[in-house]
């Protein structure tokens, strides 16, 4: 079993940033992949960033591409996602989630374990 709690959301500005963390306990955190994604309103669940199970690789939906960084530190085993230049579109439930494999994902069904997530709210 793997417990994931997220923090650092919030309410934020347009134009301003957050970081979001993930705490995981209960699984050896360095072997697998990690993942945030994030659900507003009346949609379905989109992928946001993964990251590999040694952080070297890194991918991120084209949204997020040049504004979101994700990265990890398996010492804490806590993974970050870094949101800069935020947008009232980024005003979701983000979530994190711990893959089934070594590499990252961007398919959800490839995730085993999701946090409880953390509402973000961008104002314009």
């Known amino acids: 079993q793997v417990q994931l709690v997220e923090s650092g959301g919030g309410l934020v500005q347009a134009g301003g940033s957050l970081r979001l963390s993930c705490a995981a306990s209960g699984r050896t955190f360095s072997t697998y992949g990690m993942g945030w994604f994030r659900q507003a309103p009346g949609k379905e669940r989109e992928f946001v960033a993964t990251i590999n199970w040694s952080g070297s690789s890194t991918y991120y939906a084209d949204f997020v591409k040049g504004r979101f960084t994700i990265s990890r530190d398996n010492t804490k085993n806590t993974v970050y996602l870094q949101m800069l230049s935020m947008k009232p579109e980024d005003t979701a439930v983000y979530y994190c989630?711990?893959?089934?494999?070594?590499?990252?994902?961007?398919?959800?069904?490839?995730?085993?374990?999701w946090g409880q997530g953390t509402q973000v709210t961008v104002s314009s």
């Open positions: 989630a711990t893959a089934t494999i070594s590499r990252g994902s961007y398919n959800s069904r490839e995730y085993a374990f």
